[in-house]
């Protein structure tokens, strides 16, 4: 599904707390959320040198940020079911925040995972 430009901008200024509920609400009703991947995949650190893995709701937005250190990154989905069950555990396990909807101007809000999969939960219950 494309996204207009007027859409896409409009979703790339919204404050974090917004672009978090967005991503919720998109990655429930597609099912799919999107990392950048190259021969590995993207990863960030928060202020203090935590770990952080960049996930978006859609390929665009992915796109968007596979800028500067990420310019060989290509855009990957990642099944909702499998973002869920195999990929936020695993963050948990080995100590990486999951980053929700960077920007190609600012970082993405990076919640515990237990609240992503809280928030995934709860908006997937209203379907």
């Known amino acids: 599904m494309k996204i207009n430009p007027k859409q896409f901008e409009a979703v790339l200024a919204l404050p974090g707390n917004k672009r978090f509920e967005h991503f ?3 990655v429930v009703d597609r099912e799919t959320a999107w ?3 190259e021969g590995g995949w993207a990863l960030a650190a928060d202020d203090v040198g935590t770990p952080v893995f960049p996930l978006w709701p859609a390929e665009e937005y992915a796109r968007a940020c596979a800028t500067n250190e990420w310019s060989a990154y290509q855009p990957r989905s990642i099944e909702l ?3 869920t069950s195999e990929l936020l555990p695993r963050l948990r396990d080995d100590g990486v ?3 929700v909807f960077f920007t190609p101007t600012s970082q993405g809000v990076t919640p515990s995972v237990d609240v992503l999969l809280a928030a995934l939960d709860a ?3 209203k379907y």
């Open 81 to 83: 079911s499998r973002l």
């Open 24 to 26: 919720v609400k998109v």
């Open 123 to 125: 908006e997937s219950a």
């Open 35 to 37: 990392g950048l991947y």
């Open 97 to 99: 925040l999951p980053g």
